[in-house]
């Protein structure tokens, strides 16, 4: 159907300066879909999220939202790093609810929201915790609850596993995977781990060479496509146990 998206990018192009980084990128993403961006570093996945928010002007083609979504107070961000002084003593509270700037809500309604965004995170009841005491990876899911505050139909994350140990990499997947199954939450999901995307996408954005291949997970992570955009042999394997593999030369894993 012509108007059965949520997001629509066509023909896009963006850079900074001179420099144009993606070019002609074209992607359709659907309500309920989990996507990863995946590609090497400096192929536009970033620069693609940009573009979507609209804080990266395009140069060419345009970004469209499906009717019921709402334009860009309907997206939650979480960037790659927290953006916040870490010599301004902060509770949690106060950092999640930095996330409703730009939105009208009453007291009740904050804290309402601010409840549930914790809660599904897995982080209720500590809301006047100091944010500087938490883990890494509870600093993360802090990130995921400031997006989720706004109560987004899309969340767009860049890179949001980075330094994460593995539980608490697993810890902050499972909570957006809950969302997107159980609310219909649309995810864009920027990293450099094959292997994650492979074990939780629905759908994948493969970045390279300033384009993109985007489809269903096993059209896109097959191995001609793979090597077409890494330069090296890659190979995705799962196993009857439900584990995802990802091989490259010399043994290593992505």
């Known amino acids: 159907m012509e108007n059965d998206f949520a997001i629509s990018a066509e023909s896009v192009s963006a850079g900074y300066g001179r420099r144009v980084v993606i070019r002609n990128v074209t992607v359709t993403i659907r309500r309920g879909e989990f996507w990863f961006l995946i590609g090497p570093n400096g192929e536009g996945k970033t620069t693609f999220l940009r573009a979507v928010l609209g804080v990266l002007p395009h140069r060419e083609g345009r970004v469209r939202f499906g009717p019921d979504i709402g334009g860009h107070t309907s997206i939650g961000f979480v960037p790659q790093r927290c953006d916040l002084n870490p010599a301004l003593p902060t ?16 007291r009740d309604e904050e804290e309402k929201r601010l409840s549930r965004a914790l ?8 809301e006047d915790r100091d944010y500087w005491s938490l883990s890494g990876g509870q600093r993360q899911r802090c990130l995921v609850a400031r997006a989720l505050v706004r109560q987004p139909k899309i969340i767009l994350l860049d890179e949001p596993t980075n330094g994460l140990d593995l539980a608490a990499e697993e810890g902050l997947v499972h909570a957006l995977v809950q969302l997107n199954r159980d609310e219909g939450l649309i995810v864009l999901f920027v990293t450099h781990f094959i292997a994650l995307a492979a074990r939780h996408a629905s759908h994948i954005a493969l970045f390279h060479g300033g384009s993109v291949t985007a489809g269903a997970r096993d059209r896109v992570l097959t191995p001609e496509i793979l090597e077409r955009a890494y330069g090296i042999p890659v190979s995705v394997t799962t196993e009857p146990s439900g584990a995802v593999s990802v091989q490259v030369p010399g043994g290593g894993q992505a």
């Open 91 to 106: 509770t949690v509270r106060e950092f999640v609810l930095l996330g409703l700037v730009g939105l009208r809500a009453t």
């Open 119 to 126: 809660e599904k995170v897995a982080l209720g009841g500590m």
